[in-house]
């Protein structure tokens, strides 16, 4: 299940190496080529992508084709801070509750892989944020296709003027 996911999530003393899954594979602390790519894919999600969903600390945010869904664990770092556990995959247009649920379930796996939890409430804020995954992609491409039979008309109509010129 974990296998189609980056999971990653901070080492709760802020000084051992984070945590860090990849399609079904934990990096070593001294793999610093794949874990700098996992890292870079997550941030450019979230520096390029929209802000999807914002509830009691889940986050989900999308680009084009890619996902970062946050969600905090119960525990916190050495500092007091919320420490999150993130989620980086793809999806499609059809990602929706299913979908969710795998990403949720990824989740909490990884979480109890290295001793975290996940609050109930938080774990279904994340299933549940790819329903609205789902209807932003849908309106997209609602839009995308309005946008193209628009054009379509404006092409019939200049040919008709054109033609009888």
């Known amino acids: 299940m974990t296998d189609k996911f980056i999971l990653w999530a901070q080492a709760l003393d802020n000084t051992s190496p984070d945590h860090i899954h990849v399609h079904g594979k934990n990096l070593e602390p001294d793999d610093t080529v794949q874990r700098q790519e996992a890292v870079s894919k997550v941030s450019s999600v979230i520096k390029n992508g929209v802000r999807l969903v914002e509830e009691r600390s889940v986050l989900l945010t999308a680009d084009a084709s890619h996902f970062v869904v946050e969600v905090p664990s119960a525990q916190r770092d ?29 989740l909490d796996d990884f979480a109890k892989r290295i001793g975290r939890t996940l609050q109930r409430e938080h774990f279904e804020l994340a299933r549940g944020s790819f329903e609205t995954l789902k209807k932003k992609s849908s ?22 003027v054109l033609k009888d010129w």
């Open 78 to 106: 050495h500092a007091g801070r919320t420490a999150p556990i993130i989620c980086y995959g793809d999806y499609d247009t059809t990602a929706g509750d299913a979908f969710g649920k795998s990403v949720a379930e990824a």
């Open 139 to 160: 309106t997209k491409k609602l839009v995308r296709m309005a946008g193209a039979a628009g054009l379509a008309l404006l092409v019939v109509v200049f040919w008709l």
